[in-house]
T-cell receptor, first 116, second 115 residues
Framework: QQQVKQSPQSLIVQKGGISIINCAYE??????FPWYQQFPGKGPALLIA?????SEKKEGRFTISFNKSAKQFSLHIMDSQPGDSATYFC???????????????FGDGTTLTVKP | EAQVTQNPRYLITVTGKKLTVTCSQN?????MSWYRQDPGLGLRQIYY???????DKGDVPEGYKVSRKEKRNFPLILESPSPNQTSLYFC??????????????FGPGTRLLVL
């Protein structure tokens, strides 16, 4: 119930293209869905996050789409650039007062390569 | 500079030799957490702490211990390391305002090899 399934495992996109990474979850109590970006040799860094009261959040070239009924959310990277090449993780966590309030569950990661 | 620091960054040890990986943050964050990252398995939470003297198990706590005696420090202890604990470890911290966790800030990672 705490799992988050992420796909694809790897993704190759041409420069200027759209990168799409998907995540699905089972636990309907999750209420915070961040995406993290990780470059080789570095720790993950928050890219963008959404709460389930909205269906979409956009920050620059990065957009999260959230489908509460389907229990799915996705990251869209518009106009993908070689500098976007990194590993991306989706995650989910529980609300305060939930038994698992402090737990964070991450997807397995997607390695994105943007070709020049 | 606001940051999470981990030490050591790289460690090679042998089975059964107790070790401690330190984690410190200078952002006055209430929440701290440890993760391990293994190829194809993403990040898995080991332990977390909502505040001083409050710690809870994550998804993979077996073989690990933690303590939170001060707000800024959250050491990870391997009492008797085994080869299956060879991994890349990350510490993270975040604010915990009004019960809501904010952005998690990750440290640079500690790469551990247990022979």
């Amino acid at each position: 119930q705490q799992q988050v399934k992420q796909s694809p495992q790897s993704l190759i996109v041409q420069k200027g293209g759209i990168s799409i990474i998907n995540c699905a979850y089972e636990n309907t109590a999750f209420d915070y869905f961040p995406w993290y970006q990780q470059f080789p040799g570095k720790g993950p860094a928050l890219l963008i996050a959404i709460r389930p009261d909205v269906s979409e959040k956009k920050e620059g070239r990065f957009t999260i789409s959230f489908n509460k009924s389907a229990k799915q959310f996705s990251l869209h990277i518009m106009d993908s650039q070689p500098g976007d090449s990194a590993t991306y993780f989706c995650a989910a966590s529980n609300p305060p007062l939930n038994t698992n309030a402090g737990k964070s569950t991450f997807g397995d990661g997607t390695t994105l390569t943007v070709k020049p | 500079e606001a940051q999470v620091t981990q030490n050591p960054r790289y460690l090679i040890t042998v089975t059964g030799k107790k070790l401690t990986v330190t984690c410190s943050q200078n952002m006055n964050h209430e929440y701290m957490s440890w993760y391990r990252q293994d190829p194809g398995l993403g990040l898995r939470q080991i332990y977390y702490s909502m505040n001083v003297e409050v710690t809870d198990k994550g998804d993979v706590p077996e073989g690990y211990k933690v303590s939170r005696k001060e707000k800024r420090n959250f050491p990870l202890i391997l009492e008797s390391p085994s080869p299956n604990q060879t991994s890349l470890y990350f510490c993270a911290s975040s604010l915990y305002t009004g019960g809501w966790r904010e952005t998690q800030y990750f440290g640079p990672g500690t790469r551990l090899l247990v022979l």
